[in-house]
């Protein structure tokens, strides 16, 4: 189902309307089968009253599938692709990299859009003519026109004015820049936000960004490492800066930072050097219960043990950096293409009582929460980790095909959770497995309560 010939055919499909699987029960609906021979994150939207999800099928082409809340009928539509230079593909399949997400966002009007499939990669991207309809979905080749070619990373997101915001790298891991595009709902167009990149790697590294962060002082708050090559011990440097529009930005001192943000005009969180234990992948940004910035990270210490961090800016202009861990292992990663996580860090969130948690989760140590007092940020407790209210026969695999497992994605809307679920082979660094396991399953379930897990 997946060679270069059966690609090819998926070039001219037409974008067409669909009906949905039944219902299997009242809170859950068997939305279509899906691609599994690798993990790729699929989008799930619930805003003003209509859900949305976009996925890869069966036959890994991009899908979408949507409705009006709480019960109106599924429509489901397949957007055509266009060819890809070097790839064996089109636009609107995937091939094996974990790295092509999909992401979807409606603008004011209630347009959707999508954008995804794109790794180093001309830019996908799709928008729907009518608000909240589907059928009208059509292919967008351009944004602006201006450094779309090698786009990755897509994030939708709003300005404090409730513009649509679009980010992405242009370039490759190691030699790329970020690009702020804003959409003009009039116009129906999109333009540049900023007119120089927001971070610029000057041809020798790139940034691997959160994204901008509302803060509760009003401004947008943004962490990120540094990286020199596409292998990821090439981490570097932790940085921060703020911004109260997200065109003028400044250090956690408020001194003004001449864009581009390059390495030298950066505001260091931490210095580590490549090799370090700084990874892309585990960084996040929370604040205390005085909404002062907090990041939290993975590094290596002086033993070369992995340890989890946390960090706060000081009023020398310097950040004061905490381990939080006292770990007796060693995440050693290395090289290109997607890895799996062996140490992931919740967002720092202060608690009813004043101190701070911070979630984590291990390979080799297990889950739980640090607390921390919120003046000196020592941990004053290790406490178990919040129990989910996921069942624990959605994480259970249902395959008999070996060497899957499950993938879950949650999202909070109209006053419920949902969570998606599928199962997949796990990463293998962007390679094809040796075999391919059947479709399977895109279940939606929902819940009358908020579901804890961090993977939202």
Not at 269 to 286: C, E, F, Q, S, Y
Not at 378 to 387: E, F, H, R
Request: glycine share 8%.
């Amino acid at each position: 189902m997946h060679t270069r010939l059966l690609f090819f055919a998926f070039i001219l499909t037409a974008v067409k309307a669909l009906s949905a699987a039944p219902a299997a029960s009242p809170d859950c609906i068997l939305i279509d089968h899906v691609w599994s021979g690798h993990p790729v994150p699929f989008a799930l939207l619930i805003e003003r009253g209509h859900q949305f999800i976009a996925y890869y099928d069966a036959e890994r082409r991009i899908a979408l599938a949507g409705r009006s809340l709480p019960d109106g009928p599924w429509v489901r539509v397949r957007p055509e692709g266009r060819p890809v230079p070097k790839r064996d593909h089109p636009s609107n399949a995937v091939g094996w990299d974990s790295h092509n997400s999909l992401h979807l966002a409606l603008d004011r009007d209630g347009c959707l859009h999508l954008s995804g499939n794109m790794h180093a990669d001309p830019l996908v991207y799709y928008r729907t003519q009518r608000p909240f309809d589907l059928t009208t979905l059509e292919r967008i080749d351009r944004m602006t026109g201006d450094h779309e070619d090698r786009a990755t990373y897509p994030v939708f997101f709003s300005n404090a004015a409730g513009e649509l915001l679009f980010r992405y790298r242009d370039g490759g891991s190691g030699n790329g820049n970020d690009y702020y595009n804003r959409y003009d709902s009039g116009a129906r167009s999109w333009r540049r936000l900023l007119d120089t990149p927001l971070h610029d790697g000057e041809g020798e590294r790139n940034a691997y960004a959160t994204a901008p962060v509302m803060g509760p002082d009003g401004r947008f708050h943004l962490v990120w490492v540094w990286r020199e090559t596409p292998a990821a011990e090439s981490n570097h440097s932790l940085s921060y800066a703020r911004s109260r529009d997200l065109i003028h930005w400044e250090t956690s001192t408020g001194q003004p930072i001449v864009l581009p943000i390059t390495l030298a005009k950066s505001d260091i969180i931490d210095a580590a050097k490549p090799g370090g234990g700084l990874v892309n992948m585990t960084r996040d940004l929370g604040f205390d219960a005085q909404g002062r910035p907090l990041a939290v990270y993975h590094r290596y210490d002086t033993r070369g043990m992995s340890q989890a961090y946390v960090a706060r800016p000081n009023a020398k202009g310097g950040w004061d950096g905490h381990a939080l861990s006292n770990w007796t292992f060693r995440w050693e990663f290395s090289g290109g293409g997607s890895i799996p996580s062996e140490v992931s860090l919740g967002r720092p969130v202060p608690a009813p009582d004043g101190t701070v948690i911070v979630d984590y989760s291990t390979k080799a140590a297990g889950s739980g929460r640090f607390q921390l007092n919120s003046e000196t940020l020592a941990v004053i407790a290790k406490l178990p980790p919040v129990p989910s209210s996921i069942p624990a026969s959605l994480r259970q695999v249902r395959s008999t095909f070996p060497g899957l497992s499950v993938q879950l994605q949650n999202h909070r809307g109209e006053g419920r959770t949902w969570v998606l679920r599928w199962e997949t082979q796990g990463r293998n660094r962007d390679r094809p497995h040796p075999t391919t396991p059947p479709p399977s399953e895109l279940r939606l379930y929902e819940f009358p309560s908020a579901v804890p897990d961090r993977q939202e």
